[in-house]
């Protein structure tokens, strides 16, 4: 009974426009009732294909959620494939025929007489009203199982599930509490991070376990369902504590922040400011920092040296070292984080320069970054990644590998 | 043969968070080639439901494709699911296993043992090569029907069907020839577009007209689909033409290229260079123009002023000038965009300040945005702009203004 299965009705759905959103707010609202949604299907104005998926969806889950296909037009087949489905008539209410007619008075308007079909419900239906629209939703439970059938506009469909079918569910439903962690991970490729920690994971069940990869950023979902909030936030400790003990200096996040807002909130902690000087990155660190409200706290600019010429000009690189080791170098890299510190004042730099290619100008390698960071104490440190892909994941993974190098000497981990 | 059903696999992909835009991409594929999506599934990493699902979709569509779980780890079960479902084997391939560790070698890494997961195939299945990632994809017939297994991550998956799947499918499929034109327009709300165009599109079926807004960016795809090309050709002008003379200075892009191309290109051609002064932006202007691969050509280089103190420093604008007008001022708009050219010696300059929000700094509302210019003749232009929205979509209202002024005074459009 604890799970559940939406399905979005409209062909309009399965354009490339269209995206069904309605699914994400049942799935947060079914998600807090201890209900995991295990499938979601998107399927067209078909009546044949609509029955087919209900009967299907009956079979795997205690609740299943159509969402649209409740208009009053020739190709709004939801409620006859429900009927269909579960080999029940369709019945004319007047009931909801007089609110339908109502509502059209108070707006001036006569009801047009296709909106009649919008008054018929699946025998045995419990009507959920619906003060934002003409249709009506309907409840049935059929063999132990729940069908629910919502209007497709947001505005409709919201209110009245929280109004309508939360407070039903609840009361049918065993009190579960989830509690969750979201960790984001750098520095390991997808695979051995699941070497790393799936002897942990595997083990449980409960909370349950997923892994989500992007160029540099590895997210970890552990989600625990239990009777208490006590017996949840237990679990996850379970499970979750070994796992940050395994990923130690990799785990940036334990919440889902991005590294930008971390390393934000640890220069604001330190009152400390920061600058950057890119080369193959373009602006990506600067845009990424700057993409959080409030880092004008401890952002004061940066410089974007695409030419070797900027990199002197801008920077103060000396052209000597550009000759000898290319501007794709661990001395260029130094010399621009260096450059960026002296002309902004900030207490800290960071730098990227390199081949994001897809051809190399400097002889290095596509892929070859060099990440610089300097702080008020000591010299430059410069780290070299030879990063896989095409130019827009190696300058996602430069960007980030340059954010993390940051965050790492704020909370002085690991240090040269 | 003609219907396809897409399964996107991931238990991630039935979080609140996260929603599948892999079936978009492929269903605007499909549709080029005549085929219609039907349905689509959004399912966990769960071995005996995806084997239903897969059994399912081979009883109504033509076919199937399987987007996602052919990860190295645990949970990723698509390759079984499909080989359950045919009553297939799954066997080790050497082939695929070598180019895994090769791909590991090259970034100096070694193969982690999991990985060897991703070398098995279902038994009789083609293997799409990957080049983008671990996991190759994989093609199959059956029964008449096709299964196609692509990776998740967009960036695998998108040349991996284009490249691989499109051109299997288009041998298989009754012979149509489309043509399409793909406008890019800037500086209108999607409404007042389409109520410009409309008269002109909604005449016609074929070609298929659809249109996608993003901030600053709207997109019309026209699509004709017919016996030769000549008649697809002439269909596409007869609707084409007219709209393209609606749209006038406001259609940047006729190929889909994006904004930072189409300047790139202008550049080029007349041999001039580029340099930014960016406030609120950050570093997004600069961003986006090199992620063009050989954008060194025309960029000089940026500088992401996001402080009073650095306008001044880094670009030399008058601290009398902030004071009296603030930094979200004409004024200091024009005296960043001067600093840049001055300071870099470059052909133009584009500049950005304003107030992206959440809360203003200066007094001028959320969403005010001046955009600055200046070539070698005469004196810098300032734009000012009200942009709706929150700090994402104003960030990116404000690149897509600054990149539009520069477009269209390196084409001599209406120029003050």
Redesign the interface.
Known sequence: MADAEIIAVGSE?????R?D?NS??I??QL?ALGV?????????D?RA?LT??VQ?ALT?AGIVILTGGLGPTEDDVTRQAVADALNRELVFSQEICDAIEERFRRRQRNMAEINKRQAYVVAGAEVLPNTNGTAPGQWIVNDGRIIIMLPGPPGELKPLFANECVPRLTKLLPAQVIRARFYRVTGF????L??LI?PVY?KYANP???????PGDI?I?LRARCGSAEDSERLLAEVGDPIEALLGRHLFSRNGEPLEEIVGALLRERGATLS?A?S????????R???I?G??DY?????????D??KT??LGVDPALISQHTAVSKEVAAAMAEGARA??GSTFAISITGEA???S?TGSPV?TIFVGFVSPEGPPEVLRF????????I?GFATQAALDLLRRRLMRLDEP
């Open positions: 759905m399965l354009t490339s426009q995206i959103t994400l707010y799935t947060d998600n995991e949604v295990h499938r979601k299907l998107i399927i067209g078909d294909l087919d998926a299907s795997h490729t997808e695979s051995d699941d070497a799936a595997t349950s376990t997923t892994i989500l990869a992007s997210q979902h950057v890119e193959c990155t373009g602006g990506m660190v600067g845009q920092i700057t993409s409200a880092s004008s952002f004061v600019g940066g410089f974007v040296t695409y030419t010429r900027m000009d801008l002309r902004t290619g897809p051809e100008s892929g030879a990063m896989p892909g095409d130019r827009p994941r300058r």
